[in-house]
């Protein structure tokens, strides 16, 4: 009896012993080793913020708030920190996260200073958000590194400076935001020769200055937003015949072209208010059953405003302070 006692004791101790370093690895489960150094430093250096309370050490990081695991791998693949009372930089270790796919951090007014170079390291993303922050400094070039990027967006921030003409090597980008910053320069004439998918493109409250470039009637963008920038000169290559164009909003900038030269226009939404354009509307507007939206109003345009097709879906709001524009819904030519 007191030997078998003694032997159960002698036995259990083995095992405990035996199974003690292999349960503390059972505490972070799922969790890689090394995302979860890299984690946990991630919440050091963002100064352990209430948002990422659920991140607690000896637990496994695949349960944590904020990020999710691949089921298969169980490495890190996305980190979404979104909303929350969280201030300084993006933590450079981000950088070592080699599995993210997807990366934001969004509407997180204290978040400031640059994007990390460290993020060039993640070789598989394909969404980085980094947006309604207050980040400052250049749009850096090296984003162009990652080359697997499909979507891309850096808008809502304090960026300044010039707009990377590297970013035209993306090949799989189908969304560019970099509207709502303070960039300055042209717009590179690289984007007129994007390579592979063309991605909509947002470039709208900035203060970009120049012409859009020529090279922008190669490129049917299905999305562009030019709206709210210093912009002068001509926009009509932009009114591709045949294009497969969307959305085209060129509001609020010094764009002076006669807009009577645009032979073809295909357009659910046109919106270029506040220019200088001048010239008359094309009667082939009456042509683009798809148009939705129309706004030329604050513009240098004269004569009779073509009647027909959809035509009707527009009121004089529209149309308001040009030079000589006229007939309904205006007021009858003279
Ligand atoms: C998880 O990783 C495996 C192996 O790399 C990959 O085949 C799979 O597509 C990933 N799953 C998701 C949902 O990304
Ligand atoms: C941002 O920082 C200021 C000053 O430290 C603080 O008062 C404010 O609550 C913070 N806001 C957020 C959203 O973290
Ligand atoms: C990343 O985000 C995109 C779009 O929101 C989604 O389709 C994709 O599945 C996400 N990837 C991961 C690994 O969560
Ligand atoms: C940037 O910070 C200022 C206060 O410093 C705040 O008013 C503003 O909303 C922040 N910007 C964003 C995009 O959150
Ligand atoms: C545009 O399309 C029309 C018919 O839809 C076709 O006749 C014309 O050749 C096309 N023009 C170009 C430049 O592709
Ligand atoms: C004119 O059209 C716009 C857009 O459809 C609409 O918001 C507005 O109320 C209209 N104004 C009048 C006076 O009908
Ligand atoms: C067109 O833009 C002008 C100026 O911003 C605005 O007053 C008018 O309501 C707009 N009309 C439509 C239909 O958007």
């Given at each position: 009896m007191e030997r078998t006692h003694l032997t159960i004791i002698l036995l259990s101790a083995f095992l405990v012993s035996s199974l003690l370093p292999h349960s503390l690895n059972a505490a972070t489960g799922r969790c890689n080793p090394s995302d979860y150094e890299v984690l946990l430093k991630i919440k050091q250096a963002l100064g352990n913020p209430y948002h990422l309370a659920s991140w607690v050490p000896n637990t496994d990081c695949c349960d944590w708030y904020a990020l999710q695991c691949n089921d298969t791998t169980n490495r890190v693949v996305e980190l979404t920190i979104f909303s929350g009372q969280i201030s300084g930089q993006i933590p450079s270790e981000v950088g070592d996260l080699p599995y993210l796919d997807n990366l934001t951090f969004r509407k997180l007014s204290n978040i400031t200073g640059p994007i990390p170079q460290s993020i060039t390291k993640l070789k598989r993303l394909r969404f980085l958000r980094l947006s309604w922050l207050n980040l400052t400094g250049p749009v850096p070039d090296f984003i162009s590194e990652l080359s697997n990027l499909i979507f891309l967006e850096l808008n809502f921030n304090k960026f300044t400076g010039p707009i990377p003409s590297s970013f035209s090597s993306f090949t799989k980008l189908g969304a560019l935001r970099l509207d709502r910053n303070q960039l300055s320069g042209s717009i590179p004439e690289s984007f007129g020769h994007f390579k592979g998918s063309v991605p909509d493109l947002y470039l709208s409250d900035n203060q970009l200055t120049g012409?859009?470039?020529?090279?922008?009637?190669?490129m049917a963008f299905s999305t562009i937003d030019l709206s709210r920038n210093k912009l002068t000169g001509d926009a009509s290559m932009l009114f591709i015949p045949n294009g497969s164009s969307v959305i085209i909003a060129i509001s609020r900038n010094m764009l002076a072209f006669d807009f009577s030269k645009v032979k073809k226009l295909s357009m659910q939404y046109l919106d270029m208010n506040h220019n200088m354009i001048y010239g008359s509307i094309p009667k082939?507007?009456?042509?683009?059953?798809?148009?939705?939206f129309f706004n030329a109003s604050y513009n240098r345009l004269c004569g009779v405003i073509p009647t027909g097709g959809n035509m009707n879906r527009f009121n004089y709001s529209s149309y308001i302070h040009n030079k000589c524009l006229c007939g309904p819904p205006l007021a009858a030519c003279k």
């Open positions: 012409q859009i470039p020529n090279s922008f009637a190669n082939a507007i009456v042509d683009d059953a798809n148009l939705q």
